[in-house]
């Protein structure tokens, strides 16, 4: 993608001659002559004008690296994708609106009157919208063929513009995401955290109910024993007791096996320094998930 000049304003010359008007223009008198028959320049006048003040700009914007479209059949809007950013540009000439005599004598009387006609004033204008943005340069203290410079400079700042924009943007939603993301490992912290804690407190609550049930099972094997004859199934009753103790008591394995899962219970989280952009981006994602846009 060709970056946008944007320093000096490009001198840009105007045909002197039908055979230096642009291929493009070149391609739509072709197509709008007799078949057969020597090209049909309009009369000299804003319309022969337009056709080479376009041809001007047309060949200053391709020789800065611009890519130009044509719609078909028609020269106007001419597309010129400036830096990827599209740029439509059209010629037209000046009207007046002209109140007939008739119409004049009525307004000085006060009557209202429409009777007029719209008529050519021989001044063109150039028109350019992209980016959501319109530029405009018509005739006026200086010709239009020499605002040309001017205006593909303006239009490349105007592409520039939108780049920027646009890298601002994305960068962003990279500093939001990166928000998100932070707020995604706080929160998986602190469950961990309580997660933790009920973990050891379950665990604690867990070993005082195995030590009362192994002395539960330990009287109730003593009396058992003592009787003249002990129950039939005391045995398999006793293994099965002391493995759901076993299986209820977290120590049963030794202390390291319970403490593999409180590994990282102790480790702050730790972040990188902030910024204020990355402050001011987490209190937007707070606000948001307050919002539920993360549900």
């Avoid at 080479?52 to 020789?63: C, G, H, R």
Wanted: glycine content about 6%; charged content about 35%; overall charge neutral.
């Amino acid at each position: 993608m060709n970056q946008p000049k944007q320093t000096v304003a490009p001198q840009v010359a105007v045909p002197a001659s039908v055979e230096e008007l642009h291929p493009v223009v070149l391609a739509w008198l072709d197509e709008n002559s007799t078949k057969g028959a020597p090209r049909e320049l309009p009369e000299p006048g804003p319309d022969r004008r337009m056709l080479f003040i376009l041809s001007a700009l047309l060949t200053a914007l391709e020789s800065r690296g611009h890519v130009l479209q044509r719609p078909p059949g028609y020269l106007y809007p001419m597309r010129c994708e400036i830096a990827g950013v599209p740029v439509d540009m059209a010629l037209h000439e000046l009207q007046a609106w002209r109140e007939t005599r008739a119409a004049r004598s009525k307004r000085k009387k006060g009557l209202p009157s429409d009777q007029g006609e719209w008529v050519s004033t021989g001044r063109l204008r150039l028109t350019a919208e992209g980016d959501h943005k319109k530029r405009r340069w018509e005739d006026g203290r200086r010709p239009l063929e020499l605002q040309l410079g001017r205006a593909i400079l303006s239009l490349e700042r105007l592409a520039a513009a939108h780049i920027e924009a646009k890298r601002r943007g994305e960068e962003s939603e990279r500093a939001y995401e990166r928000a998100k993301e932070r707020r995604a490992r706080r929160i998986r912290h602190r469950e961990h955290q309580a997660e933790c804690w009920s973990e050891l407190r379950d665990a604690a609550a867990n070993l005082e109910e195995a030590r009362l049930l192994r002395r539960f099972i330990s009287e109730v094997v003593r009396r058992a024993r003592a009787m003249p004859e002990p129950p039939a199934n005391l045995t398999s009753w006793l293994t099965w007791a002391r493995t759901r103790v076993k299986e209820l008591d977290p120590l049963s394995d030794g202390p390291g096996a319970f403490l593999e899962f409180f590994a990282d219970v102790g480790k702050p989280l730790i972040e990188e320094p902030l910024s204020e952009e990355d402050e001011l981006n987490d209190r937007y994602v707070k606000e948001d998930a307050q919002l539920g846009f993360f549900d």
